[in-house]
């Protein structure tokens, strides 16, 4: 019913879950292939830019939509005691329905450029898992600190900013010729793994870093029973805030 609510505020509705990716990678494209030409065959660069960036609106979106999601909420939150991280849960839902409609338009992409389905394919179930963790982890802590501090709805969009240059969305990090400044950039922002591992399966049908891809979804489920603890020790304090 929300994702029916929010749709209904544009003329376009639903049509907007499918265009502003399409948009971001046509923006992608015309700036970083036809004006700075960047060397890549247009069909082969289409693809990579969907999928990154398919993949980074799924995460730069429903974090900052969950980041804000208590606040937004603080009428119902000074009215009833229930658990807050019901709220950024309930964000990061809605989006994670949002987002297999838009996978499904990124298969589709890929089958029109001649990037057929396989087996390979497959991976892209434990790294949507993975991801979702992510998001999770992300968006639990996020609405922690906006919570706590307001000025954190005007540092999370910097910090999407700052992902969106440094996550390899329209540059690959494989690319990179200084080997330990690849691995550093790997290690140190998951997301750029990520990004990484939709196109290995999806553009190359190769598996991903299993070893790098367990340790990321490690490290969101230790943060993710963390930020809950949190909450729930917090719940009044979290409260109290978001109301004054």
Aim: aromatic share 14%.
């Amino acid at each position: 019913m929300l994702l029916k609510a929010d749709s209904s505020k544009f003329r376009l509705g639903f049509l907007w879950w499918f265009l502003e990716p399409l948009l971001w990678v046509s923006v992608f494209f015309l700036v970083f292939n036809l004006i700075l030409d960047s060397g890549r065959k247009s069909g082969d660069f289409i693809l990579f830019l969907a999928c990154g960036k398919f993949a980074f609106i799924w995460f730069s979106k429903t974090v900052t939509q969950a980041s804000g999601s208590i606040v937004a909420s603080q009428g119902l939150v000074g009215k009833v005691n229930m658990p807050k991280s019901l709220w950024p849960m309930s964000a990061i839902q809605e989006s994670l329905y949002r987002q297999a409609t838009v996978y499904l338009l990124l298969l589709l992409i890929l089958v029109l450029f001649g990037v057929y389905p396989g087996a390979a394919w497959l991976w892209m179930l434990p790294v949507a898992a993975v991801m979702y963790l992510v998001i999770v982890a992300c968006g639990l802590i996020g609405a922690c600190l906006v919570c706590i501090s307001r000025d954190f709805q005007k540092v999370i969009p910097l910090a999407m900013t700052f992902l969106l240059f440094t996550s390899g969305i329209f540059w690959d990090v494989r690319e990179i010729a200084d080997q330990d400044k690849a691995r550093l950039l790997l290690n140190a922002n998951p997301l750029t793994f990520m990004v990484d591992a939709h196109r290995q399966v999806l553009m190359y049908k190769q598996a991903p870093d299993l070893w790098h891809l367990g340790l990321i979804a490690l490290g969101a489920v230790l943060l993710i029973v963390a930020a809950i603890a949190y909450m729930r020790r917090n719940s009044q304090y979290l409260a109290l805030k978001v109301l004054t």
